[in-house]
Nanobody
Framework: QVQLVESGGGLVQAGNSLRLSCVAS????????MAWFRQSPGKEREFVAT????????DYADSVKGRFTVSRDNAKNTMYLQMNSLKPEDTAVYYC?????????????????WGQGTQVTVSS
């Protein structure tokens, strides 16, 4: 069992940056591939970024490519999402997720554990 806790969300103006963190409990963090998803009111949960167990492979949604960077520090059991050049359409609750199989995938159904989410609001 893994518990995930997100932090770092908040209210920012368009064009600014935020860094989200996701801290995992336990000693098996490095065996999970990880991902960020987001969900806005009235919309389905949307893939944002994913990262492999070692951090050597990453993938991004087209909507965030070039603006967001996912990374992880296995020694600290932590995954990060650096979000630059934020836009109002990035406003959402951001969730981190862990996949026991280690797949690097954008499909939410593949992820076994989820955090509670952190709100990001970008004003125009």
């Amino acid at each position: 069992q893994v518990q995930l806790v997100e932090s770092g969300g908040g209210l920012v103006q368009a064009g600014n940056s935020l860094r989200l963190s996701c801290v995992a409990s336990g000693r098996t963090f490095s065996t999970y591939s990880m991902a960020w998803f987001r969900q806005s009111p009235g919309k389905e949960r949307e893939f944002v970024a994913t990262i492999s167990r070692s951090g050597g492979v990453t993938d991004y949604a087209d909507s965030v490519k070039g603006r967001f960077t996912v990374s992880r520090d296995n020694a600290k059991n932590t995954m990060y999402l650096q979000m630059n050049s934020l836009k109002p359409e990035d406003t959402a609750v951001y969730y981190c997720a862990a996949d026991r199989s280690g797949l690097v995938t954008a499909a939410p159904r593949n992820y076994d554990y989820w955090g509670q989410g952190t709100q990001v609001t970008v004003s125009s």
